[in-house]
């Protein structure tokens, strides 16, 4: 029973109905068994979907982490490297 499960696009590859599958799980996991899901993606809706927070990495270091409900703006310009702490990651 790990604490923790670490994550990469789950959902990559497979059709729409596997991918809410795979993301049920994921949040049941975190539900059920107390377990810590990190999650890296690349669709953000899914994120958005599922998460708590949602760390932006912008050149190899956090620039902010925000909750899935924060504005299109806030998250774009952190993606793009124009608002957020930037914080050295490792």
Same mark, same amino acid.
């Given at each position: 029973?790990?604490?923790?499960?670490?994550?990469?696009?789950?959902?990559?590859?497979?059709?729409?109905?596997?991918?809410?599958?795979? /993301?049920? /799980?994921?949040?049941?996991?975190?539900?059920?068994?107390? *377990?810590?899901?990190? *999650?890296?993606?690349?669709? /953000?809706?899914?994120?958005?979907?599922?998460?708590?927070?949602?760390?932006?990495?912008?050149?190899?270091?956090?620039?902010?982490?925000?909750?899935?409900?924060?504005?299109?703006?806030?998250?774009?310009?952190?993606?793009?490297?124009?608002?957020?702490?930037?914080?050295?990651?490792?």
């Amino acid at each position: 029973e790990p604490e923790v499960l670490w994550v990469s696009e789950p959902t990559r590859g497979i059709d729409v109905g596997a991918k809410q599958l795979v /993301l049920d /799980l994921l949040v049941e996991f975190n539900r059920t068994h107390g *377990m810590t899901v990190v *999650m890296t993606s690349s669709e /953000l809706a899914e994120l958005r979907k599922i998460c708590d927070r949602i760390a932006i990495v912008y050149e190899g270091k956090v620039v902010g982490i925000l909750p899935p409900d924060a504005s299109d703006v806030e998250y774009g310009l952190m993606m793009a490297g124009k608002a957020g702490n930037v914080k050295e990651v490792g």
